[in-house]
């Protein structure tokens, strides 16, 4: 009987330390509610200084980014704990690490059927490691390769992803990235990138429509990539700020002010840790893990 109570003991135990063990190092499956039959769930993951944005719909998925270097085994973990093991589409904004770092971790780890990329000149980009060896990839594992840049759709069940950016040549790497736009029956949402003054004054000189409901802020919040022309032209309810702990004051008070001034409610990975965004085309719930 000793024995027995003993050996139930160390089962606990061990059963307790291994859900700390996955807790500690990410893997657990966050205690989000599970999207309704008619809702999409967007998850932008916490993963500190970069983006790694998880969209799932009720008919396919899809990953804007992927998070640093250091970041590619958390995003893959989190992809893993929601039972997806295949991806529509992998958009990656720019070849920056802090965008294109665990590209290798998800393309090595899941079904991917096609990849969107900006071109970028050779001049802007020197140190294009990653970049080559996500192009090598792609190749090895015969995945579909699309040049991200304005004008360029496509349809992952009842989710239309339109790239709006880049729309011309620029000086800076930022403003290469690809800027989408989600629409999902009435509802929209716009995803920044890191983008900067040029590829926002290109977008304010077109007709295109920026009109969203959430923004995913550009660059982490910065100062400079973000004006109070863009932010009147989107008109957003919600704001999402992926950023960590830096040393370049990121988000800017300057950024949360003209959030404020447009009445964006916001939301920060540093301070909620990964949040959940679920829509249904019309009514909005947002969850966050902290």
Do not use: W
């Given at each position: 009987?000793?024995?027995?109570?003993?050996?139930?003991?160390?089962?606990?135990s061990?059963?307790?330390?291994?859900?700390?063990?996955?807790?500690?190092?990410?893997?657990?499956?966050?205690?989000?509610?599970?999207?309704?039959?008619?809702?999409?769930?967007?998850?932008?993951?916490d993963?500190?200084q970069?983006?790694?944005?998880?969209?799932?719909?009720?008919?396919?998925?899809v990953?804007?980014?992927?998070?640093?270097?250091?970041?590619?085994?958390?995003?893959?973990?989190?992809?893993?704990?929601?039972?997806?093991d295949?991806?529509?589409?992998?958009?990656?904004?720019?070849?920056?690490?802090?965008?294109?770092?665990?590209?290798?971790?998800?393309?090595?780890?899941?079904?991917?059927?096609?990849?969107?990329?900006p071109d970028i000149?050779?001049?802007?980009?020197l140190?294009t490691?990653?970049?080559?060896?996500?192009?090598?990839?792609?190749?090895?594992?015969?995945?579909?390769?699309?040049?991200?840049?304005?004008g360029?759709?496509?349809?992952?069940?009842g989710?239309?992803?339109?790239?709006?950016s880049?729309?011309?040549?620029?000086?800076?790497?930022?403003?290469?990235?690809?800027?989408?736009?989600?629409?999902?029956?009435?509802?929209?949402?716009?995803?920044?990138?890191?983008?900067?003054?040029?590829?926002?004054?290109?977008?304010?000189?077109?007709?295109?429509?920026?009109?969203?409901?959430?923004?995913?802020?550009?660059?982490?919040?910065?100062?400079?990539?973000?004006?109070?022309?863009?932010?009147?032209?989107?008109?957003?309810?919600?704001?999402?700020i992926?950023v960590?702990n830096?040393?370049?004051?990121?988000?800017?008070?300057?950024?949360?002010?003209e959030?404020?001034?447009?009445?964006a409610?916001?939301?920060?990975?540093d301070?909620?840790?990964?949040?959940a965004?679920?829509?249904?085309?019309?009514?909005?719930?947002?969850?966050t893990?902290?």
């Amino acid at each position: 009987m000793i024995r027995n109570k003993k050996r139930q003991i160390v089962i606990i135990s061990a059963a307790v330390l291994l859900l700390f063990v996955l807790y500690l190092f990410g893997l657990d499956a966050k205690n989000f509610s599970e999207p309704k039959e008619n809702e999409i769930v967007i998850y932008f993951l916490d993963t500190e200084q970069s983006d790694a944005i998880l969209i799932e719909g009720p008919d396919g998925t899809v990953l804007i980014d992927s998070g640093d270097i250091d970041k590619g085994d958390d995003v893959v973990s989190f992809i893993r704990s929601k039972n997806i093991d295949k991806l529509n589409a992998f958009i990656v904004t720019h070849p920056h690490i802090d965008h294109i770092g665990g590209a290798k971790e998800v393309l090595e780890n899941f079904k991917v059927d096609t990849v969107y990329m900006p071109d970028i000149p050779d001049e802007l980009y020197l140190d294009t490691v990653y970049y080559n060896e996500t192009l090598e990839l792609l190749k090895a594992n015969d995945i579909s390769f699309k040049s991200a840049k304005n004008g360029i759709s496509f349809s992952v069940g009842g989710m239309n992803f339109d790239i709006l950016s880049p729309m011309g040549e620029y000086s800076a790497v930022n403003d290469y990235s690809a800027v989408v736009k989600l629409k999902f029956k009435t509802s929209s949402f716009l995803f920044c990138g890191d983008i900067e003054e040029g590829a926002e004054k290109l977008l304010l000189e077109s007709t295109t429509d920026l009109s969203a409901d959430l923004i995913k802020n550009p660059h982490h919040g910065a100062a400079s990539d973000l004006n109070e022309s863009f932010l009147l032209r989107v008109k957003p309810r919600y704001a999402v700020i992926t950023v960590g702990n830096n040393n370049y004051g990121h988000p800017s008070y300057k950024t949360l002010e003209e959030l404020n001034s447009v009445g964006a409610e916001v939301y920060r990975t540093d301070t909620c840790g990964t949040i959940a965004v679920f829509c249904d085309g019309t009514n909005f719930k947002i969850e966050t893990e902290n």
